[in-house]
C-alpha cells in the first residue's frame, strides 16, 4: 500500500495504528510502483484533523483490502466496548430492585416494575434523537460523548440506592437517566453501517449489537456478586453504580484516541423524514419490536419473575457472593444475535425471521403449559430458548433493513444511488431501533397490568405469543410470500 502525505513524510502514524491522527491520505492508483495495492479505481483515503476520514467508500475492494477493513475493524471493537456500557447501564435497575428490599427499601410491585421499564421508555425515545448526532457531530466524537454521559445515571443510582429514605420519585428520574445507555445503540449502529460493504453488513452489525446486548448479561452476572462480596450478609448496593465508572472513562478515552469520524456519514432530518414515509419502516419496526423489544423486555424482568416465580433461586449463595442466573438469558439471547445475522446473510432474513417467531411463540406456550410443574431448571431451560430464538430474530430482522432500502424503497425504485439508499438505510435502522426498544417498556407494563388485574401473569404471556403468531404472518405476506412479485429475491 502506497501512502501519501501532506507535508513532512517523516511525521505522523498511518491510519490502521490507533495513534494520534495525520494529514495526508491512503491512495491507490494504477501508476503506482511494482508491489503496491494501488488501482485506478480506488479513491484517495484523506486523513483529516480531528481523525475524520474523507473519501471513504467500504464497497469499494481495493481500498477495502488495502486500509478500510483495518480501519473499520478497529472502529467497530471500540464501538462494541462503549455500545457495551450503554447496555450495562440501561439494564442496572433491572437487578437493583430485586434488591431493594434487602436494603430498607419499601416499593410496591407496581412501583418495582416502573423502575424496571421508565429507562427502557426513556432509552427508546433517545434513540430518535442519537440516530442523527453521528452524521452531525461524526461517530468518533458523539462516541465520547454518549460514553460519559453514563456517568451521570451510574453515579446517581450510587446516590440514590445508599439511602432508603430517597423517595419514589427521585428514584424514578434516575431510573429514567439510565435511558442513556439505551439510546447509544442507535447512534453506534447508524455509525457502524457506514464502515462496511453491504457484503459484510449483516456480521458486522451483529457483533456490535450482540457485544451491546452482551451489557445486559454481564452486568446482572457480576453486580450481584459485587454488592454482596464483603457485605457480610447484607448488600452495598452503591457499589451497582460506582463499579462502571472507571470503565466508561477508559471507553471515552479509547473513543477520542482510536476511532474515526466519516466525512461520507451523512444524514439529516429530511433522509428520516423520507425514511418515515416508506412502509417498509413501519413493517420492520413492528417485527423488531417482537425480536429486540422481547429480548431486552424479558432482560430487564427475568429477574423478578424468576424472584416472583421461585424465589428460593432468585440468590445462590457461592461462599461469600450472591449469584442470580439471570444473567443467562440475556447472556445466549446476545451471543445468538450475530449468528441470527450471518445465517440471514446465507439463507434470507426473513426466513430467519419466520423461524424466530414461530420458535418464541411454540417456547412461551410450553412455558405456560408447564409453569404448574414448578420445576425451576425447566423454567430456566425454556427461557434460555426464548431469549435465544430473540437473540437469532434480532440478527435477522436487523439485516433485512439495509438490503430492503437498497432493492425495493420507494427511493430504490426510483433510480436512488447506492450512497441516497445507505444514507436511508442508516436513517432507518435508526428509527427502528428506537420503536423496536419500546418493547422494553412493554413487556413489563403488560406483566404488570396482567398480575394487577388477575394476579397472575399468564394472561399476559398468552397475549405475546398472539404477538409473535401476528409478526410472523407479517413477515411471511410481506417479504416472503410478495418476494419474488416484489423483486426482492433473498431478503
Partial sequence: MTVERNGDAGAGNSPETGSEPWHGSVATSSSAQPGTTRTADAPALEIRPGRWIANWDAENKDQWESAGRSIARRNLNWSIFAEFLGFVVWQLWSIVVVQLPA????????????????????????????????????????????????????????????????????????????????????????????????????????????????????????????????????????????????????????????????????GDVAGSVAALKEPHLWVMALLYIGTFGSFIG??????KLIKDYFPAFSSIGVGTVALSLAFLGPLVGSLARPYGGRMADRMGGARMTVTAFASMAVITL?????????????????????????????????????????????????????????????????????????GGFV?????????????????????????????????????????????MGHV
Fill in 103 to 266: 436494603a430498607g427499601f419499601t416499593f410496591s410491585t407496581s412501583e418495582i416494575f416502573w423502575l424496571i421499564s421508565m429507562p427502557s421508555l426513556v432509552g427508546a425515545t433517545l434513540r430518535i434523537p442519537y440516530t442523527f448526532m453521528v452524521p452531525k457531530f461524526g461517530g468518533r466524537n458523539w462516541t465520547i460523548v454518549s460514553a460519559l454521559l453514563l456517568l451521570i445515571p451510574s453515579t446517581g443510582l450510587a446516590l440514590c440506592v445508599s439511602n432508603p429514605e430517597t423517595p419514589f420519585g427521585v428514584m424514578l428520574l434516575v431510573a429514567a437517566l439510565a435511558g442513556f445507555g439505551g439510546g447509544n445503540f442507535a447512534s453506534s449502529m447508524a455509525n457502524i453501517t457506514f464502515f462496511y460493504p453491504a457484503r459484510e453488513k449483516g456480521w458486522a452489525l451483529g457483533l456490535n449489537a450482540a457485544g451491546g446486548n452482551l451489557g445486559a448479561a454481564i452486568a446482572q452476572l457480576a453486580v450481584p456478586i459485587a454488592i454482596t462480596v464483603l457485605a457480610a450478609g447484607t448488600v452495598n448496593l452503591p457499589v451497582a453504580g460506582l463499579m462502571w465508572v472507571p470503565l466508561i472513562l477508559l471507553a471515552a478515552f479509547g473513543a477520542f484516541k482510536y476511532m474515526n469520524n466519516l466525512t461520507s456519514a451523512k
Fill in 366 to 438: 410450553t412455558m405456560i403449559w408447564t409453569l404448574p410443574l414448578k420445576n425451576f431448571w425447566l423454567f430456566l431451560a425454556l427461557f434460555l430458548m426464548l431469549f435465544t430464538a430473540s437473540g437469532f430474530g434480532n440478527g435477522a430482522t436487523y439485516r433485512m433493513i439495509p438490503v430492503i432500502f437498497a432493492t425495493n424503497s420507494r427511493a430504490a425504485r426510483k433510480g436512488a444511488s447506492s450512497v441516497q439508499t445507505q444514507r436511508l438505510a442508516s436513517s432507518a435502522l435508526g428509527l427502528i431501533s428506537a420503536i423496536g426498544a419500546y
Fill in 443 to 487: 413487556i413489563p407494563q403488560v406483566l404488570n397490568a396482567s398480575n394487577t388485574a388477575s394476579g397472575s401473569y399468564t394472561p399476559a404471556f398468552y397475549g405475546f405469543v398472539g404477538a409473535y403468531v401476528l409478526m410472523l404472518a407479517v413477515c411471511w405476506f410481506c417479504y416472503i410470500r410478495n418476494a419474488n412479485r416484489n423483486a
Fill in 298 to 303: 424479558f432482560a430487564g424482568v427475568f429477574p
